[in-house]
């Protein structure tokens, strides 16, 4: 039995090896466990504990701090469950090799990072989440936009937007995506990312664990990131969401259920129901993003997931498909003590979404020019749809039966060369492995067909694409590095033929 200054030095080489601010205090009236775990997790997140690393033992990280070691027994078997922590047999208890999330830096950088990429005259872009603005039907616009200019600006303009748009929207998502809800449940924004950005504010505190989609949308992340969230991914397939993989423990999911983000899937009614009996059993809030839900090309849309479980989801939607991401207007449907939180939070931040555009939305909704445009940017998404299907023949697509955008399955190696290729001969693409938080559980390309001025324009840049990722499957092996230059009669210097990557083969 170590004698009472042993046993103190012995505690002061732990924490000295440790070297992690761990403490409590008493005075917080939070359980003494919860904060434990809550630092730790915090220190695993931000790398400070790293994928390996030994944790002292339960007696002597209790002793550290002053406390039972039932503490620390709890806040280890909290982690334990959550995939943190592992335990090795007569070894001790280690970090587990997990990949943190990105911080909130690392997200907004990579969200910086796209945007700075320049367009320049006479380049072709093929990057997803642009609406073809040339569709606009210039007379209808343009008078919406005089008729809004003649309102007045209120003096204090109510933060849940005008009462008048507000009716017309409630009508719109009502006719167009399933969704039934008096006007008290309806809030105006400036767009999706604005509406979760108020519901994060609003019902969640930093370090709140919020369950993303993994690969998912870029910005919703660097929402949250930005409001101290914790970032869980949650992985996807070409149905959407996997419930079966959330996580317990989570205050919120972000998802996009009507056309998942990018990679396509439409989530199937069972899983929708399995969804919102999760949401109702952990007690966590659904943020469904319907960033285009108005177009899908195979059979009618599904009606929004709000529809099923009104009090557990949050409804996002937004103009920036329907119409131009300029128009700057977006709405919130959720329960009404949610909007009334979002509104009072809305009057203290002074965040408010301006008159004029939701005037001129308003117009536009209630002398029908904007379900006129609709129809006709279905027909116009749905022909550029099919061109882009037909010059990506015998390229493996994913999520081409709804929105604006598709997904062409390709190895790394094979992505990067045509990104890079496409870029010098003057058409932008994007890479999917962008869009994860971690390391990429798939790859290829994205391909969005809102932003080509024409069908030629976008039939041409598809060909080159097609060219230029059947060239890269021909040319690079297996392992994604580049041979040296064939000989005569296509042979590798070793004399074998290199395999034919063809699609179909």
């Not at 969230?229 to 996997?242: A, K, R, S, T």
């Not at 971690?438 to 390309?445: E, Y």
Request: charged letters at 25%; hydrophobic letters at 40%.
């Amino acid at each position: 039995m170590l004698c009472s200054a042993t046993w103190y030095r012995y505690l002061e080489t732990t924490l000295r090896n440790f070297d992690l601010p761990v403490s409590v205090d008493r005075a917080l009236g939070e359980p003494l466990n919860e904060q434990v775990a809550k630092q730790l997790r915090s220190a695993m997140r931000e790398g400070r504990l790293r994928a390996g690393e030994r944790l002292p033992s339960s007696r002597a990280l209790a002793g550290l701090l002053g406390v039972s070691r039932m503490v620390v027994t709890d806040a280890y078997g909290q982690l334990y469950a959550e995939g943190w922590l592992e335990g090795r047999h007569g070894s001790g208890t280690f970090v587990t090799d997990i990949l943190p999330p990105q911080s909130a830096e690392a997200v907004l950088t990579a969200v910086r990072e796209e945007e700075a990429v320049e367009l320049r005259p006479g380049m072709v872009d093929l990057r997803p989440g642009v609406a073809w603005v040339k569709g606009l039907d210039t007379p209808a616009w343009r008078r919406a936009w005089r008729l809004a200019a003649t309102v007045p600006p209120a003096m204090r303009p109510d933060p849940r937007g005008l009462p008048g748009l507000r009716i017309a929207l409630a009508d719109y998502v009502r006719r167009s995506r399933g969704v039934a809800c008096p006007i008290e449940r309806l809030l105006v924004t400036r767009g999706a990312t604005n509406g979760l950005d108020l519901l994060a504010t609003a019902v969640l505190r930093p370090g709140d664990r919020v369950g993303v989609e993994e690969p998912g949308y870029t910005k919703a992340r660097s929402v949250l990131a930005a409001r101290g969230m914790e970032l869980v991914p949650c992985p996807v397939d070409e149905h959407g969401l996997i419930v079966d993989a959330l996580p317990d423990g989570l205050r919120l999911v972000y998802t996009t259920p009507s056309h998942q983000y990018p990679l396509g899937g439409v989530l199937p009614v069972p899983r929708r129901q399995a969804l919102l009996a999760w949401a109702r059993r952990t007690g966590a809030l659904i943020a469904e993003d319907d960033y285009d839900g108005e177009f899908r090309y195979d059979v009618a849309p599904l009606p929004a997931l709000y529809g099923l479980d009104p009090d557990v989801v949050v409804y996002l939607g937004t103009t920036s498909k329907t119409l131009t991401s300029d128009m700057g207007v977006g709405w919130l449907v959720a329960r009404p003590d949610l909007v009334e939180a979002i509104a009072a939070l809305r009057t203290d931040l002074n965040d408010r979404t301006a008159v004029v555009p939701q005037e001129a939305l308003r117009i536009l909704l209630e002398r029908g020019d904007l379900d006129r445009h609709v129809r006709r940017m279905r027909a116009e998404y749905a022909r550029r749809r099919a061109a882009v299907a037909q010059a990506l023949d015998g390229l493996p697509l994913l999520g081409d039966t709804a929105g604006l955008h598709l997904v062409v399955e390709a190895d790394k190696a094979v992505v990067d060369r045509a990104v890079a290729e496409a870029a010098r001969r003057g058409v932008l693409l994007d890479a999917l492995e962008r869009h994860h938080a971690g390391t990429p559980r798939a790859t290829g390309l994205v391909i969005g067909y809102g932003a080509a001025a024409n069908l030629g324009e976008l039939r041409s840049a598809c060909s080159l694409v097609r060219e230029l990722v059947v060239t890269a499957r021909r040319e690079l092996r297996w392992d994604g590095t580049v041979p040296a230059a064939p000989r005569s009669g296509g042979r590798r210097p070793d004399g074998r033929r290199p395999p034919d990557r063809t699609p179909g083969r």
